[in-house]
């Protein structure tokens, strides 16, 4: 009786700590997968939102570039169709745009160059190397569809068949840093201007992402294998104590899996804290602090939508820097720059809090006036030019006069889109430009 009873007391225990064992087991693994999975959904997000931010930025970059080969082309055209051939003006278009793109830095050391394509089929001599700051050395020389990066990549192959294909790609290769001789790994926008049958590109290494991924994937790794180890103490333990300690060992998991939850919940408010840093980044000119390009075009799209829907109208006002050449030309770009951020500045505080100020590029700035007719637009920067005028920038010891010409316009019901509007205030600024500078036009 008593051995009966004895192997009944050795099958229960057996069987009671087969079973928590078994639900330790499950349990412990499944934790694991889950906490792995979900650290990796974390991971591939958060690097595809960088990603994402990047592909923006570069679109963004190669966007203002061909419009400003555009802008000068048409201004050249505009002045000297009368006393230049049409090979003069192109000859003239190209060295000034060709010029410009060797000396503009982007962001992160960033650069843009310029690939002249003779021939769209491809292979050896396809394209000439026109702009490069990157390999200066190298500029003019042919390029060859049959290059190959360190990795096998055939990037002219890649980017001259999605030109084909779209008029612009993103290409991802390896290819040196610039003054450096180390290879990293780079996305790349490229985007075709036909009139020159010049391919514009610039591109970002993506260093950042891949140290971020590789700093994640070593924190997870490190993650599992303290919880393993915790798990292997606390399965130790419950199974020394066995069925005395079974309701402990349920509040010591029931605790665990919290702490667990609480670990998810803490890394996802981080990763949104960074998502939300990444976006702001996205839509903010990182010189002047200001809204950018795309956020203000976000922005009067929707005071279209709203206007369509009852809202009060709105107008815009694109202001530019009368002769802003003249002050880097005799003071720096430095000094460039602190007055392009003086002025964000008075643009800012001057002006009402509802209205948005943006850097629409170089030294233009797009600002959206709601809730106001053409003319009220026109005196509320009327009063900010005045402010303007009459407030030099203090740079290094120097008083830099500054003044501004703003274009206004209203949105209408005859205008079909907000380009249409944009143009239409570009037009006054020019018409402003023309009066003698520092001046407001509206309709």
Known sequence: MQIAQTRI?????????????????????SSVLFYTSQTQQKIRLLAQGILDMKKLYLQDAIDRTIQHIEIDRRRIEGQCSSRLNPEEIERQVKAIATDRIRQERLADNGYIWINWVIDYEGGDNYAIRLVHPNLPETEGSYLSTKTQDVKGNFPYLAELEGIKKGGAAFNEYYFKKLGSEDIAHKLTYAKLYEPFDWIVATGVYLDDIDA????????????????????IGLGALVLTLALALIILFEQRLSALIQGLQGDLLLKNSELEEEKRRIEDIAYLDPLTGLLNRRAILDLIERAVAGVR????????????????????DEFGHLAGDRVLASIAE???????????????????????????????????????????ASSPVVFEG?????????GVAGWNESLTSVTELIKLADSRLYAAKEGGRNLVVAG
């Open 9 to 29: 007391r050795v099958l229960y225990y057996t069987g009671t700590v087969s079973i928590v064992v078994m639900i330790l087991a499950v349990m412990g693994f």
């Open 309 to 328: 829907r009852g809202d009060p109208p709105f107008s815009v006002a694109l202001a530019d820097v009368d002769r802003f050449k003249l002050v880097n």
């Open 398 to 406: 120097f008083r830099i006069p500054v003044t501004v010409s703003f």
């Open 346 to 388: 008075t643009l800012t505080t001057r002006l009402r809090g509802i209205d948005a100020v943006s850097r629409w590029g170089g030294e233009e700035f797009l600002i959206l006036v709601p809730s106001s007719s053409e003319s009220e637009a026109a005196e509320g920067m009327n009063r900010v030019r005045e402010i303007l």
């Open 212 to 231: 971020l991924t590789e700093a994640e994937t070593q924190s997870m790794r490190r993650a599992e294998r303290s919880f393993i180890l915790r798990f």
